[in-house]
C-alpha cells in the first residue's frame, strides 16, 4: 500500500467515526459557553442513538430510503426534551451541574435498555435495514489527490456535520444571539444588567446542546453500529466533552478536535491493515484522545480556558 | 423545624419520590409495580443467599462512597472512582496470581497494593488540580478511559493474550468458608468488613486528626486556610490520594472476594458512578455513606430478582437511582418548600 492509498483509506474512516463526536462536541460548546456544564453529553447522546434505531425500525415502511434522515429528527427531538431535565435542575433548581450530569447519564442508559429489554425481549434490537449510505460528490470526487481523500464515498451526515460545525461559529461569533450566550456564560450579572434574560439563553442552550446531542447519537447508531444495546455508544459521549475542552470550547476546536479523535478510533480499528501502523499497539491509539486532552486542559498545549461563569448557577441579586 | 432534620428530610423524601418515579414508569410500561416491588424486596430479603448477596453487594458500595465523600470534603469531586476501582481491581489480582506466600504476608500485600494502586491513580488528578488549577472532574473522567484501556492491556499481557488473569492464590482470598456455610454458598467474603473499618477509619481521620481538619477546612475556604497557613496544595493532594485507595480498596473486594480474578472489560462497573449516588446520599458523611451503600447496594442486587419474578427489566432500578440522585442534587426546591410548608404551620 502506497502512502497515497493509506490517506486515501484513513481519511475518509477517520471523518465517518468523527461525524457523530463533532455533532456531540458543537452540543456542548452550546451548553457551556451558556455557562451550564454538561456531563450529561454521553446519557442524551445514547438517548439519540437508541430513539434513531427505534424510530427506524418502526417507520422504515412509511418513508422508504428517507428514514434514517427522519430519524434523526426525531433523535433531536426527544433528547432536547430529555435534556429540559438537566436545564430545569441546573438553571431553575441550582442543582450542582456535574451531579445532575452524572443523573441524566444513568438515567439515559437505564431508560433506553429497559425500553429495549420492553420491547425487543432482549438486549438489544434488531438490525436496521435502511443505513445512511456512501455516495461520491459528481465532479469533485473527480479531482486528483484531494477527490478520492474527501469527496469519494462520503456520507451526508459527514457533510451536515461539518456544516453544523461552521454554522455553530457563526452563530455563536457573528450573530447578536451568540454574543449574548456568552455573556451569559462569562458574566452573567453584567448580561442580566444589560437586559439579557440569563435564564432564557441557558435553558435555550442547553436544550441545544441536548438536540445536537441526540443527533449525533443517532448518526452514530444509523452509521456505524446499525442497532442499538448497551455498547452501543459506550464512551462517545465522554469523548465528546474531551473533543469540546481539547477545541478550548470554540466550535472550530471542537471540530477539529472530534476529527482528530476520530481519525486515532478510525486507526485503532482498521490500523491493522495499515503498513507501520499496524506495529503500534492499539492501546496508544484507545487512550490518545484521552490523554491529549489531559495535557490540553493542564496547559501543555496552549492554555485552555473554561467559560468563567461554567457551572455556577445564577442567582439574581446575589454578588 | 431544625436544621438537622431539614438535612435529614431531604435524602428520605428524594428516596420516596424516586421509588415513586419508578412505580410510574412501571404502571406507564404496563408492569405492577406492586409486583415489582415485591420481588424487589424478595431479591434482597428473600432467602439466605440472597442476603449474603446482597451484603456483598454493599461491600464495594460502602468504599466508592467514601471515596467520593471524602474528596466531597476537601471541596473536589472524584468522578475517578471507576478508575481508580478499575486499577485496583487489576493491581490486587496481580498480587494475587504473581506471588505465592503465606496468608498473613499475601492477603494485605495485595489488599495494600489494590490500595496503592488506587491512590496513584488519583494522585494524578490531585496534582494537576493543586499544581495547575486544572479542574478535577475532567482529568478524572479521562483517567477512567485511561484506566479501563491500560487495565484491559495488561490483563492481555498478564494472560499472555487471553481475557482473563485466571483465579488468584486462595492465600490471598477473602473468601469465607463461615459465611459460605450460613448464606448458602453466596459470595459473601470478609472484605465487609473491611469496608466497615474504613467507614471508622474516614471517621477517624476527619473528627479526630488535625489532618483530617485541615482536610475540612480547604473544602469549607481555600483562601481562608491558606491563610491560617495551612499547605492549601499539600491537602488537596492529600484528599484524592486518600480518596483513591478507598476507591482501589473497593476493587480489591471484587478481586479478591467476589470474583478471585480480573478480566478484560467492555465498560465500567458502574460502581464508582453509583459511588457517587451513595455519597450524596449520605451527605458525605462516614455514617451517610452506611446508609447510602446499603441502600444502592440492595437496590442494584435486588433488581437482579426483578426479569425473573415479576417480568420487569433490571433497568428500572438504575431510573430510580438515577432519579434518586436527581432530587438529591436539586435539594434547594425540596428545601424551599419544606419550609414553606413550616411556616404555613407556624401562622396557624
Keep these: ?319 | 423545624m431544625s436544621n438537622r432534620v431539614v438535612n435529614i428530610l431531604v435524602p428520605v423524601i428524594s428516596v420516596i419520590l424516586g421509588l415513586l418515579v419508578g412505580a410510574i414508569v412501571m404502571l406507564v410500561s404496563g408492569y405492577d409495580p406492586v409486583l415489582g416491588y415485591t420481588a424487589l424486596w424478595n431479591g434482597i430479603f428473600g432467602d439466605a443467599y440472597a442476603i449474603g448477596e446482597t451484603i456483598r453487594q454493599i461491600t464495594p458500595y460502602l468504599l466508592a462512597g467514601l471515596s467520593v465523600a471524602f474528596a466531597f470534603r476537601t471541596g473536589l469531586f472524584n468522578i475517578g472512582v471507576e478508575g481508580q476501582l478499575l486499577v485496583g481491581w487489576f493491581a490486587a489480582s496481580y498480587v494475587g496470581i504473581a506471588f505465592d506466600l503465606p496468608m498473613y504476608i499475601h492477603l494485605p500485600f495485595a489488599i495494600i497494593a489494590a490500595a496503592l494502586a488506587g491512590a496513584a491513580w488519583a494522585f494524578i488528578p490531585g496534582l494537576l488540580k493543586a499544581k495547575l488549577q486544572v479542574h478535577e472532574v475532567i482529568v478524572t473522567i479521562m483517567m477512567n478511559y485511561i484506566a479501563l484501556h491500560t487495565t484491559n492491556a495488561m490483563i492481555k499481557v498478564v494472560s499472555d493474550g487471553g481475557d482473563n488473569t485466571g483465579t488468584i492464590n486462595p492465600s490471598a482470598s477473602l473468601k469465607s468458608a463461615f459465611f459460605e456455610s450460613i448464606t448458602d454458598y453466596s459470595r459473601l467474603h470478609y472484605g465487609i468488613f473491611i469496608a466497615l473499618a474504613m467507614v471508622l477509619l474516614m471517621w477517624f481521620i476527619l473528627e479526630k486528626t488535625t489532618t483530617g481538619y485541615e482536610l475540612k477546612a480547604v473544602g469549607f475556604n481555600k483562601h481562608a486556610s491558606e491563610y491560617a497557613g495551612m499547605n492549601v496544595n499539600k491537602n488537596i493532594i492529600l484528599s484524592m490520594v486518600i480518596a483513591g485507595a478507598f476507591a482501589g480498596l473497593a476493587g480489591a473486594m471484587e478481586a479478591l472476594g467476589t470474583f478471585q480474578y480480573a478480566n478484560v472489560k467492555g465498560g465500567f462497573t458502574g460502581i464508582g458512578f453509583d459511588g457517587i449516588a451513595v455519597a450524596l446520599l449520605g451527605a458525605n458523611t462516614p455514617l451517610g455513606v452506611i446508609f447510602g451503600a446499603v441502600l444502592f447496594g440492595s437496590l442494584k442486587y435486588g433488581a437482579l430478582n426483578m426479569p425473573n419474578e415479576a417480568g420487569i427489566p433490571v433497568e428500572i432500578v438504575s431510573i430510580v437511582i438515577a432519579i434518586i440522585i436527581f432530587f438529591v442534587a436539586c435539594g434547594y426546591v425540596i428545601r424551599y418548600f419544606l419550609e414553606k410548608a413550616n411556616k404555613k404551620k407556624e401562622a396557624k
Design chain 1, 1 to 319: 500500500m502506497s502512502f497515497l492509498d493509506v490517506l486515501y483509506f484513513i481519511i475518509p474512516s477517520a471523518i465517518f467515526y468523527a461525524a457523530p463526536l463533532i455533532f456531540v462536541a458543537i452540543g456542548g460548546v452550546f451548553s457551556e459557553r451558556s455557562g451550564v456544564i454538561n456531563i450529561g453529553l454521553e446519557g442524551l447522546m445514547v438517548m439519540g442513538a437508541f430513539i434513531g434505531i427505534l424510530f427506524n425500525l418502526m417507520f422504515v415502511d412509511t418513508f422508504g430510503a428517507m428514514t434514517p434522515w427522519v430519524s434523526l429528527i426525531a433523535a433531536m427531538l426527544v433528547s432536547g426534551l430529555f435534556s429540559v431535565m438537566h436545564a430545569v435542575a441546573s438553571i431553575s433548581f441550582r442543582a450542582d451541574q456535574t451531579i445532575s450530569g452524572v443523573a441524566i447519564n444513568m438515567l439515559g442508559v437505564a431508560i433506553a435498555l429497559f425500553s429495549v429489554k420492553m420491547i425487543y425481549n432482549k438486549g438489544q434490537t434488531d438490525y436496521i435495514q435502511e443505513r445512511f449510505i456512501r455516495f461520491d460528490i459528481p465532479l469533485l470526487s473527480d479531482i486528483p489527490v484531494i477527490g478520492p481523500m474527501f469527496f469519494k464515498d462520503v456520507y451526508g451526515t459527514s457533510i451536515l456535520a461539518i456544516g453544523v460545525a461552521v454554522m455553530a461559529w457563526f452563530v455563536i461569533y457573528k450573530t447578536p444571539f451568540g454574543l449574548r450566550l456568552r455573556a451569559v456564560g462569562e458574566h452573567p450579572m453584567a448580561a442580566d444588567t444589560m437586559g439579557v434574560n440569563v435564564t432564557k439563553m441557558r435553558y435555550i442552550a442547553v436544550i441545544l446542546s441536548g438536540a445536537l446531542a441526540g443527533l449525533g447519537g443517532a448518526v452514530y447508531s444509523q452509521s456505524i453500529s446499525g442497532e442499538f444495546s448497551h455498547t452501543t455508544i459506550n464512551g462517545q459521549g465522554f469523548m465528546a466533552l474531551a473533543a469540546m475542552i481539547f477545541g478550548k470550547w470554540h466550535p472550530l476546536g471542537a471540530l477539529g478536535a472530534a476529527l482528530f479523535f476520530g481519525f486515532a478510533q478510525a486507526l485503532s480499528i482498521v490500523g491493522g491493515q495499515i503498513p507501520y501502523v499496524k506495529e503500534v499497539p492499539t492501546y496508544f491509539l484507545h487512550i490518545l484522545p484521552y490523554a491529549l486532552t489531559i495535557l490540553a486542559v493542564a496547559g501543555f498545549i496552549g492554555k485552555a480556558n473554561a467559560p468563567k461563569a461554567s457551572g455556577i448557577p445564577y442567582i439574581k441579586g446575589k454578588r
